[in-house]
Protein backbone atom coordinates (compact mmCIF):
# COMPACT_ATOMS: atom_id res chain seq x y z
CA UNK A 1 0.00 0.00 0.00
CA UNK A 2 0.91 3.43 -0.74
CA UNK A 3 2.76 5.47 2.37
CA UNK A 4 0.48 8.47 2.05
CA UNK A 5 -2.36 6.56 1.07
CA UNK A 6 -1.03 4.73 4.74
CA UNK A 7 -0.95 7.46 6.73
CA UNK A 8 -4.08 9.44 5.31
CA UNK A 9 -5.89 5.89 6.12
CA UNK A 10 -4.45 6.18 9.72
CA UNK A 11 -5.64 10.01 9.94
CA UNK A 12 -9.23 8.64 9.85
CA UNK A 13 -9.09 5.73 11.59
CA UNK A 14 -7.57 7.88 14.63
CA UNK A 15 -10.32 10.47 14.17
CA UNK A 16 -12.62 7.93 14.09
CA UNK A 17 -11.52 6.04 17.07
CA UNK A 18 -11.58 9.65 19.33
CA UNK A 19 -15.04 10.57 17.73
CA UNK A 20 -16.05 6.89 19.24
CA UNK A 21 -14.53 7.19 22.86
CA UNK A 22 -15.38 10.91 22.94
CA UNK A 23 -19.56 9.58 21.94
CA UNK A 24 -19.31 6.86 25.39
CA UNK A 25 -18.47 9.56 27.65
CA UNK A 26 -22.21 12.24 27.27
CA UNK A 27 -20.31 15.60 27.67
CA UNK A 28 -18.96 15.28 24.36
CA UNK A 29 -21.98 16.69 21.80
CA UNK A 30 -20.41 19.34 19.75
CA UNK A 31 -17.49 20.62 20.94
CA UNK A 32 -16.22 16.36 21.01
CA UNK A 33 -17.25 16.36 17.29
CA UNK A 34 -15.68 19.94 16.53
CA UNK A 35 -12.01 18.87 18.33
CA UNK A 36 -12.36 15.46 16.17
CA UNK A 37 -13.04 16.69 13.17
CA UNK A 38 -10.50 19.55 13.56
CA UNK A 39 -7.69 16.88 14.34
CA UNK A 40 -8.76 15.14 11.06
CA UNK A 41 -8.82 17.86 9.25
CA UNK A 42 -5.57 19.52 10.14
CA UNK A 43 -3.74 15.63 10.69
CA UNK A 44 -4.85 15.53 6.64
CA UNK A 45 -3.72 18.52 5.59
CA UNK A 46 0.02 17.75 7.69
CA UNK A 47 -0.23 14.38 5.33
CA UNK A 48 -0.94 16.71 2.33
CA UNK A 49 2.12 18.77 2.46
CA UNK A 50 4.24 16.39 2.06
CA UNK A 51 6.82 17.17 5.22
CA UNK A 52 9.07 15.11 6.44
CA UNK A 53 7.58 11.20 7.29
CA UNK A 54 9.21 12.16 11.25
CA UNK A 55 7.55 15.41 11.11
CA UNK A 56 3.98 14.06 10.27
CA UNK A 57 4.54 11.06 11.90
CA UNK A 58 5.14 13.30 15.47
CA UNK A 59 2.33 15.26 14.71
CA UNK A 60 -0.13 12.21 14.18
CA UNK A 61 1.25 11.15 17.89
CA UNK A 62 0.61 14.15 19.10
CA UNK A 63 -2.44 14.47 18.33
CA UNK A 64 -3.83 10.74 18.80
CA UNK A 65 -2.26 10.98 22.80
CA UNK A 66 -3.07 14.62 23.78
CA UNK A 67 -5.73 15.98 21.19
CA UNK A 68 -6.23 19.12 23.04
CA UNK A 69 -2.60 20.06 23.51
CA UNK A 70 -1.59 18.69 20.31
CA UNK A 71 -4.40 21.38 19.00
CA UNK A 72 -2.91 24.15 20.67
CA UNK A 73 0.46 23.54 19.81
CA UNK A 74 -0.70 22.84 16.06
CA UNK A 75 -1.63 26.56 15.84
CA UNK A 76 1.45 27.77 17.51
CA UNK A 77 4.08 26.26 15.99
CA UNK A 78 3.23 23.68 13.87
CA UNK A 79 1.31 25.50 10.89
CA UNK A 80 3.55 26.07 8.05
CA UNK A 81 1.96 25.15 5.08
CA UNK A 82 1.59 27.89 2.31
CA UNK A 83 4.17 29.57 4.02
CA UNK A 84 5.76 31.13 1.03
CA UNK A 85 1.67 32.86 0.20
CA UNK A 86 2.11 34.03 3.68
CA UNK A 87 5.38 35.54 2.71
CA UNK A 88 4.92 36.27 -0.81
CA UNK A 89 5.45 39.71 -0.92
CA UNK A 90 8.97 39.51 0.87
CA UNK A 91 9.69 36.89 -1.35
CA UNK A 92 9.42 38.75 -4.64
CA UNK A 93 11.19 41.46 -3.27
CA UNK A 94 13.98 39.25 -1.98
CA UNK A 95 14.59 38.38 -5.33
CA UNK A 96 14.35 41.70 -6.85
CA UNK A 97 16.94 42.73 -9.08
CA UNK A 98 18.36 45.34 -6.78
CA UNK A 99 20.79 42.64 -5.21
CA UNK A 100 22.73 42.80 -7.77
CA UNK A 101 25.88 44.75 -7.85
CA UNK A 102 26.46 47.26 -10.66
CA UNK A 103 29.72 46.06 -10.79
CA UNK A 104 29.71 42.76 -11.40
CA UNK A 105 32.11 42.00 -13.74
CA UNK A 106 34.82 43.12 -11.55
CA UNK A 107 33.66 40.04 -9.13
CA UNK A 108 34.49 37.41 -12.24
CA UNK A 109 38.23 38.77 -12.68
CA UNK A 110 38.73 38.27 -8.53
CA UNK A 111 37.22 35.20 -8.26
CA UNK A 112 39.55 34.36 -11.02
CA UNK A 113 42.48 35.91 -9.30
CA UNK A 114 41.75 35.19 -5.79
CA UNK A 115 39.89 31.91 -5.38
CA UNK A 116 41.65 28.44 -5.36
CA UNK A 117 40.55 26.30 -8.43
CA UNK A 118 38.99 23.58 -6.42
CA UNK A 119 36.63 26.03 -4.16
CA UNK A 120 35.34 28.03 -7.52
CA UNK A 121 32.08 25.65 -7.72
CA UNK A 122 31.45 25.66 -3.59
CA UNK A 123 31.84 29.82 -4.62
CA UNK A 124 29.72 29.71 -7.76
CA UNK A 125 26.86 28.12 -5.23
CA UNK A 126 26.94 30.07 -2.72
CA UNK A 127 26.95 32.72 -4.82
CA UNK A 128 23.49 31.80 -6.05
CA UNK A 129 22.36 30.64 -3.07
CA UNK A 130 22.77 34.27 -1.73
CA UNK A 131 21.56 36.02 -4.99
CA UNK A 132 24.26 38.21 -5.25
CA UNK A 133 28.55 38.47 -5.85
CA UNK A 134 30.90 37.66 -3.49
CA UNK A 135 32.59 40.61 -2.30
CA UNK A 136 36.71 40.53 -2.34
CA UNK A 137 36.70 44.15 -0.87
CA UNK A 138 35.28 44.25 2.65
CA UNK A 139 36.76 44.46 5.81
CA UNK A 140 35.91 42.40 8.92
CA UNK A 141 36.51 41.68 12.33
CA UNK A 142 35.76 38.79 14.91
CA UNK A 143 34.61 40.86 18.13
CA UNK A 144 34.46 38.51 20.77
CA UNK A 145 32.39 38.40 23.65
CA UNK A 146 29.40 41.22 24.90
CA UNK A 147 31.78 43.21 26.28
CA UNK A 148 34.22 44.06 22.99
CA UNK A 149 31.25 44.34 20.98
CA UNK A 150 28.85 46.31 22.97
CA UNK A 151 32.12 48.66 22.87
CA UNK A 152 32.50 48.39 19.14
CA UNK A 153 28.74 49.40 18.07
CA UNK A 154 28.07 52.13 20.93
CA UNK A 155 31.62 53.78 19.39
CA UNK A 156 30.11 53.33 15.39
CA UNK A 157 26.68 54.36 16.60
CA UNK A 158 28.13 57.60 17.91
CA UNK A 159 29.96 58.55 14.96
CA UNK A 160 26.16 58.01 12.50
CA UNK A 161 25.44 60.77 10.14
CA UNK A 162 22.94 59.63 8.09
CA UNK A 163 21.14 56.28 9.00
CA UNK A 164 21.06 54.01 11.66
CA UNK A 165 18.89 50.70 10.58
CA UNK A 166 18.95 48.09 13.48
CA UNK A 167 17.31 44.56 13.69
CA UNK A 168 17.39 42.24 16.60
CA UNK A 169 15.28 38.94 17.62
CA UNK A 170 15.43 40.30 21.64
CA UNK A 171 15.83 43.48 23.28
CA UNK A 172 16.01 43.93 26.79
CA UNK A 173 15.10 47.16 29.09
CA UNK A 174 18.17 46.95 31.00
CA UNK A 175 21.48 48.76 31.12
CA UNK A 176 22.62 48.20 27.99
CA UNK A 177 19.29 48.16 26.51
CA UNK A 178 19.14 51.64 27.85
CA UNK A 179 22.57 52.38 26.68
CA UNK A 180 21.20 51.93 23.01
CA UNK A 181 18.28 53.51 23.78
CA UNK A 182 20.52 57.07 24.73
CA UNK A 183 22.07 56.87 21.64
CA UNK A 184 19.46 56.10 19.10
CA UNK A 185 17.17 58.93 20.45
CA UNK A 186 20.60 61.10 20.83
CA UNK A 187 21.32 60.48 16.85
CA UNK A 188 17.59 60.80 16.23
CA UNK A 189 17.70 64.54 17.50
CA UNK A 190 20.99 65.16 15.51
CA UNK A 191 18.93 64.32 12.47
CA UNK A 192 20.07 60.32 11.47
CA UNK A 193 17.15 58.79 10.32
CA UNK A 194 16.96 55.57 13.17
CA UNK A 195 15.07 52.20 12.02
CA UNK A 196 14.77 49.85 14.37
CA UNK A 197 13.12 46.59 13.41
CA UNK A 198 12.30 43.83 15.93
CA UNK A 199 10.81 40.90 16.71
CA UNK A 200 7.62 40.73 18.44
CA UNK A 201 7.83 37.16 19.93
CA UNK A 202 11.18 37.72 20.95
CA UNK A 203 10.25 40.92 22.57
CA UNK A 204 7.34 39.25 23.94
CA UNK A 205 8.46 40.80 27.37
CA UNK A 206 9.82 44.42 26.18
CA UNK A 207 8.38 47.53 28.15
CA UNK A 208 5.68 49.04 26.22
CA UNK A 209 7.52 52.44 27.70
CA UNK A 210 11.28 51.46 26.04
CA UNK A 211 9.27 51.48 22.80
CA UNK A 212 7.23 54.30 23.64
CA UNK A 213 10.38 56.78 24.83
CA UNK A 214 12.10 55.62 21.50
CA UNK A 215 9.39 56.69 19.15
CA UNK A 216 8.87 59.83 20.79
CA UNK A 217 12.88 60.41 20.88
CA UNK A 218 12.24 60.10 16.79
CA UNK A 219 13.21 56.70 16.11
CA UNK A 220 10.95 54.48 14.06
CA UNK A 221 10.43 51.57 15.62
CA UNK A 222 8.17 48.38 14.29
CA UNK A 223 7.50 45.08 15.30
CA UNK A 224 8.56 41.97 13.05
CA UNK A 225 5.46 40.04 12.51
CA UNK A 226 2.76 41.37 15.49
CA UNK A 227 0.67 38.84 16.83
CA UNK A 228 -2.76 39.83 18.18
CA UNK A 229 -3.87 36.53 18.46
CA UNK A 230 -2.11 33.99 18.76
CA UNK A 231 -3.85 31.30 17.87
CA UNK A 232 -5.38 32.29 15.02
CA UNK A 233 -2.18 33.77 12.99
CA UNK A 234 -0.43 31.44 11.17
CA UNK A 235 2.79 33.10 11.13
CA UNK A 236 3.27 33.27 14.73
CA UNK A 237 6.03 29.98 14.05
CA UNK A 238 8.03 32.27 11.97
CA UNK A 239 10.45 34.47 13.70
CA UNK A 240 12.75 37.12 12.49
CA UNK A 241 15.71 35.62 14.73
CA UNK A 242 18.33 37.95 12.82
CA UNK A 243 20.68 40.72 14.43
CA UNK A 244 22.03 42.90 11.75
CA UNK A 245 22.97 46.79 12.50
CA UNK A 246 24.11 48.64 9.76
CA UNK A 247 26.04 52.49 10.06
CA UNK A 248 25.78 54.42 6.99
CA UNK A 249 26.04 52.16 4.52
CA UNK A 250 29.51 51.99 5.51
CA UNK A 251 29.92 49.79 8.81
CA UNK A 252 27.34 46.63 9.81
CA UNK A 253 27.60 44.30 12.46
CA UNK A 254 25.95 40.57 12.48
CA UNK A 255 26.12 37.64 14.61
CA UNK A 256 25.19 35.73 17.49
CA UNK A 257 24.47 39.04 20.19
CA UNK A 258 21.22 40.25 21.14
CA UNK A 259 20.86 43.59 23.56
CA UNK A 260 20.45 42.36 27.01
CA UNK A 261 23.14 42.41 29.83
CA UNK A 262 23.07 38.41 29.70
CA UNK A 263 24.99 38.59 27.14
CA UNK A 264 27.31 40.92 29.36
CA UNK A 265 27.25 37.90 31.41
CA UNK A 266 25.22 39.75 34.40
CA UNK A 267 22.37 37.12 34.91
CA UNK A 268 23.06 34.89 37.64
CA UNK A 269 21.15 31.96 36.08
CA UNK A 270 23.63 32.06 33.08
CA UNK A 271 26.66 33.81 34.18
CA UNK A 272 29.64 33.93 31.61
CA UNK A 273 28.19 34.46 28.49
CA UNK A 274 30.31 33.09 24.98
CA UNK A 275 29.58 34.67 22.33
CA UNK A 276 30.97 35.66 18.88
CA UNK A 277 29.78 38.95 16.47
CA UNK A 278 31.01 40.07 13.55
CA UNK A 279 31.99 44.21 12.14
CA UNK A 280 31.80 44.58 8.52
CA UNK A 281 33.53 47.12 6.57
CA UNK A 282 32.90 47.77 2.64
CA UNK A 283 31.29 46.30 -0.16
CA UNK A 284 29.10 43.51 1.50
CA UNK A 285 27.53 46.08 3.67
CA UNK A 286 25.50 46.67 0.76
CA UNK A 287 24.45 42.90 0.84
CA UNK A 288 23.37 42.99 4.32
CA UNK A 289 21.92 47.08 3.70
CA UNK A 290 19.18 45.23 1.28
CA UNK A 291 18.54 42.25 4.12
CA UNK A 292 17.19 45.03 6.38
CA UNK A 293 15.41 47.11 3.38
CA UNK A 294 13.81 44.01 2.40
CA UNK A 295 12.49 43.48 5.85
CA UNK A 296 11.11 46.53 6.71
CA UNK A 297 9.56 46.84 3.56
CA UNK A 298 7.38 43.43 4.30
CA UNK A 299 6.71 45.15 7.88
CA UNK A 300 5.94 48.42 6.84
CA UNK A 301 5.08 48.52 2.96
CA UNK A 302 7.69 51.95 2.98
CA UNK A 303 10.81 51.17 0.52
CA UNK A 304 14.01 52.93 0.84
CA UNK A 305 16.16 51.40 -2.26
CA UNK A 306 18.09 54.14 -3.12
CA UNK A 307 21.42 55.24 -3.76
CA UNK A 308 21.55 56.81 -0.40
CA UNK A 309 20.95 53.67 1.35
CA UNK A 310 22.51 51.44 -1.53
CA UNK A 311 26.14 53.00 -1.99
CA UNK A 312 29.02 52.15 -0.07
CA UNK A 313 30.95 55.25 1.22
CA UNK A 314 34.57 53.20 1.79
CA UNK A 315 36.32 51.20 -0.95
CA UNK A 316 38.72 48.97 0.18
CA UNK A 317 41.38 47.17 -1.89
CA UNK A 318 40.20 43.61 -3.14
CA UNK A 319 42.53 41.53 -1.57
CA UNK A 320 41.00 40.66 2.00
CA UNK A 321 39.43 37.94 0.77
CA UNK A 322 36.04 37.00 0.35
CA UNK A 323 33.12 37.84 2.12
CA UNK A 324 29.43 36.90 1.28
CA UNK A 325 26.42 37.61 2.99
CA UNK A 326 23.19 35.26 2.79
CA UNK A 327 19.86 35.26 4.25
CA UNK A 328 17.59 32.48 5.11
CA UNK A 329 13.93 31.87 6.05
CA UNK A 330 10.78 30.71 5.27
CA UNK A 331 9.68 33.37 2.25
CA UNK A 332 12.42 31.32 0.05
CA UNK A 333 11.94 27.92 -1.51
CA UNK A 334 15.40 26.92 -0.57
CA UNK A 335 16.62 26.38 2.75
CA UNK A 336 19.72 28.63 2.16
CA UNK A 337 21.66 28.31 5.60
CA UNK A 338 21.38 24.78 5.69
CA UNK A 339 22.35 24.68 2.15
CA UNK A 340 25.50 26.77 2.90
CA UNK A 341 26.34 24.43 5.91
CA UNK A 342 25.72 21.17 4.13
CA UNK A 343 28.03 22.55 1.12
CA UNK A 344 30.93 23.76 3.48
CA UNK A 345 30.64 20.06 5.57
CA UNK A 346 30.85 18.04 1.92
CA UNK A 347 33.80 20.40 0.73
CA UNK A 348 35.82 19.46 3.41
CA UNK A 349 39.35 18.04 2.85
CA UNK A 350 41.17 18.23 6.40
CA UNK A 351 38.34 19.46 8.88
CA UNK A 352 35.11 20.60 10.09
CA UNK A 353 34.17 22.74 13.64
CA UNK A 354 31.06 23.63 14.68
CA UNK A 355 30.03 25.27 17.35
CA UNK A 356 26.30 25.83 18.25
CA UNK A 357 24.21 26.51 21.68
CA UNK A 358 21.61 24.74 20.21
CA UNK A 359 22.24 21.39 18.09
CA UNK A 360 18.81 19.71 16.46
CA UNK A 361 19.95 18.69 12.93
CA UNK A 362 18.06 17.58 10.04
CA UNK A 363 19.38 13.97 8.46
CA UNK A 364 21.50 15.39 5.96
CA UNK A 365 23.32 17.34 8.04
CA UNK A 366 23.59 14.61 10.47
CA UNK A 367 24.46 12.04 7.90
CA UNK A 368 27.06 14.48 6.80
CA UNK A 369 29.12 14.90 9.58
CA UNK A 370 29.01 10.91 10.86
CA UNK A 371 30.40 10.36 6.94
CA UNK A 372 33.20 13.18 7.15
CA UNK A 373 33.96 11.65 10.25
CA UNK A 374 34.01 7.86 9.53
CA UNK A 375 36.19 9.66 6.60
CA UNK A 376 39.16 10.43 8.79
CA UNK A 377 38.48 14.23 8.51
CA UNK A 378 38.91 16.34 12.07
CA UNK A 379 35.53 17.02 13.08
CA UNK A 380 34.56 19.09 16.59
CA UNK A 381 31.52 19.68 17.94
CA UNK A 382 31.19 21.92 20.54
CA UNK A 383 27.55 22.55 22.76
CA UNK A 384 27.31 23.92 25.98
CA UNK A 385 27.26 21.56 29.13
CA UNK A 386 24.43 24.36 30.75
CA UNK A 387 21.55 24.84 29.11
CA UNK A 388 19.48 27.64 28.76
CA UNK A 389 16.65 25.61 27.02
CA UNK A 390 15.91 21.85 28.42
CA UNK A 391 13.88 20.59 25.94
CA UNK A 392 16.66 21.36 23.27
CA UNK A 393 19.26 20.73 25.20
CA UNK A 394 18.29 17.29 26.25
CA UNK A 395 16.85 16.27 22.74
CA UNK A 396 20.31 17.28 21.57
CA UNK A 397 21.96 14.65 23.53
CA UNK A 398 20.54 12.15 21.88
CA UNK A 399 22.44 12.92 18.46
CA UNK A 400 25.61 12.60 20.62
CA UNK A 401 26.31 8.89 20.92
CA UNK A 402 25.66 8.28 16.73
CA UNK A 403 28.39 11.18 15.99
CA UNK A 404 30.93 10.08 18.63
CA UNK A 405 30.64 6.46 17.32
CA UNK A 406 31.73 7.58 14.42
CA UNK A 407 34.48 9.67 15.40
CA UNK A 408 33.34 12.96 16.22
CA UNK A 409 34.54 14.72 18.45
CA UNK A 410 32.02 16.47 21.16
CA UNK A 411 32.98 18.91 23.52
CA UNK A 412 30.51 20.47 26.11
CA UNK A 413 31.61 24.51 26.84
CA UNK A 414 32.34 24.43 30.72
CA UNK A 415 32.58 28.25 31.60
CA UNK A 416 29.26 29.97 31.58
CA UNK A 417 26.58 29.67 28.53
CA UNK A 418 28.05 28.98 24.98
CA UNK A 419 26.06 30.47 22.19
CA UNK A 420 28.46 31.15 19.40
CA UNK A 421 27.49 30.08 16.14
CA UNK A 422 30.53 29.39 14.18
CA UNK A 423 30.99 26.54 11.19
CA UNK A 424 35.32 26.40 10.46
CA UNK A 425 36.02 24.20 7.29
CA UNK A 426 39.74 23.20 6.57
CA UNK A 427 40.94 26.28 8.72
CA UNK A 428 40.02 28.68 5.44
CA UNK A 429 36.20 28.65 5.13
CA UNK A 430 33.93 29.93 7.74
CA UNK A 431 30.34 30.83 8.60
CA UNK A 432 29.37 33.71 11.41
CA UNK A 433 25.35 35.00 12.05
CA UNK A 434 22.35 33.95 13.82
CA UNK A 435 21.12 30.30 12.52
CA UNK A 436 22.01 27.99 15.18
CA UNK A 437 22.23 24.30 13.85
CA UNK A 438 18.71 22.93 14.48
CA UNK A 439 15.60 23.02 12.98
CA UNK A 440 14.02 26.04 13.26
CA UNK A 441 16.52 28.32 12.13
CA UNK A 442 16.94 25.85 9.11
CA UNK A 443 13.24 25.91 8.34
CA UNK A 444 11.43 28.53 10.20
CA UNK A 445 13.13 31.43 11.48
CA UNK A 446 14.49 34.20 9.28
CA UNK A 447 18.30 34.27 9.66
CA UNK A 448 21.36 35.68 8.42
CA UNK A 449 25.24 34.77 8.03
CA UNK A 450 28.62 35.88 7.02
CA UNK A 451 30.47 33.29 4.87
CA UNK A 452 34.38 34.48 4.85
CA UNK A 453 36.83 32.68 2.28
CA UNK A 454 40.69 33.18 3.54
CA UNK A 455 39.74 36.18 5.94
CA UNK A 456 41.79 37.52 9.04
CA UNK A 457 38.79 36.82 10.69
CA UNK A 458 38.37 32.94 9.95
CA UNK A 459 41.82 33.22 11.56
CA UNK A 460 40.83 34.77 14.53
CA UNK A 461 38.10 32.32 14.61
CA UNK A 462 40.12 29.35 14.48
CA UNK A 463 41.98 30.78 17.86
CA UNK A 464 39.03 31.53 19.43
CA UNK A 465 37.42 27.91 18.54
CA UNK A 466 40.79 26.33 20.47
CA UNK A 467 40.57 28.54 23.11
CA UNK A 468 37.09 27.41 23.52
CA UNK A 469 38.42 23.70 23.59
CA UNK A 470 40.47 24.36 26.65
CA UNK A 471 38.12 25.16 28.75
CA UNK A 472 35.53 22.85 27.46
CA UNK A 473 35.11 18.95 28.77
CA UNK A 474 35.07 15.94 25.60
CA UNK A 475 33.01 13.66 25.84
CA UNK A 476 33.77 10.00 25.87
CA UNK A 477 31.90 7.31 24.14
CA UNK A 478 32.08 4.65 26.83
CA UNK A 479 31.20 6.82 29.42
CA UNK A 480 28.62 8.90 27.49
CA UNK A 481 26.83 5.48 26.79
CA UNK A 482 26.43 4.52 30.05
CA UNK A 483 24.66 7.76 31.50
CA UNK A 484 21.72 6.81 33.57
CA UNK A 485 18.60 5.38 32.22
CA UNK A 486 16.03 7.94 33.36
CA UNK A 487 18.19 10.88 31.88
CA UNK A 488 18.20 8.73 28.52
CA UNK A 489 14.54 8.10 28.39
CA UNK A 490 13.96 11.89 29.26
CA UNK A 491 16.21 13.22 26.46
CA UNK A 492 14.73 10.51 23.80
CA UNK A 493 11.04 12.23 24.81
CA UNK A 494 12.46 15.53 23.71
CA UNK A 495 14.05 13.76 20.71
CA UNK A 496 10.27 13.13 19.67
CA UNK A 497 9.35 16.58 19.50
CA UNK A 498 12.75 17.35 17.67
CA UNK A 499 10.95 17.80 15.18
CA UNK A 500 8.87 20.96 15.80
CA UNK A 501 11.61 22.46 17.75
Known amino acids: ?3 KVGIGLFILMLGSTWYLLLEEVGVRGYLSL ?10 FSIFLENRHPIQTITWIIVFGGFPIIGFIFYFL ?72 TYSTILKELMNAKHHIHLEYYIVRDDDIGGAFKDVLIQKANEGVRVRFLYDAVGCWSLARSYIDELKHG ?83 NRSFLTDDYLCTSQSLQPDLGGVQMLAGGPDNRRTVIKDLFFTMITSAEKSIWIASPYFIPDDDIFQALKVA ?21 H ?37 IGSSNIDMRSFHLNFEVNAFLYHTESTQTLVE ?38
Not at 34 to 43: E, F, H, R, V
Not at 97 to 111: E, M, N, Q, V
Not at 398 to 423: N, P, W
Not at 476 to 496: A, I, M, P, Q, Y
Open 1 to 3: MNG
Open 34 to 43: LLTLSLMIIG
Open 77 to 148: FGRNFRKERKFQKKYFLDKHDFLKSPDDAKYDIRKKRGVETRHRKLFSFIEKLGNSPMSFATKTTILTNGKE
Open 218 to 300: GVEIVPFGPIKFPFLKSTFNFRNHRKILIIDGSVGFIGGLNIGDEYLGLNKNFGFWRDTHLMVEGEAVRTLQLIFLQDWYYST
Open 373 to 393: ALSGLDVRLLVPKNPDKRIVF
Open 395 to 431: ASMTYFSELLEAGVRVFQYDTGFMHSKIVIVDGELAS
Open 464 to 501: DFLKDLEVSNELRFDVFSNRHLGLKVLESTCRLLSPLL
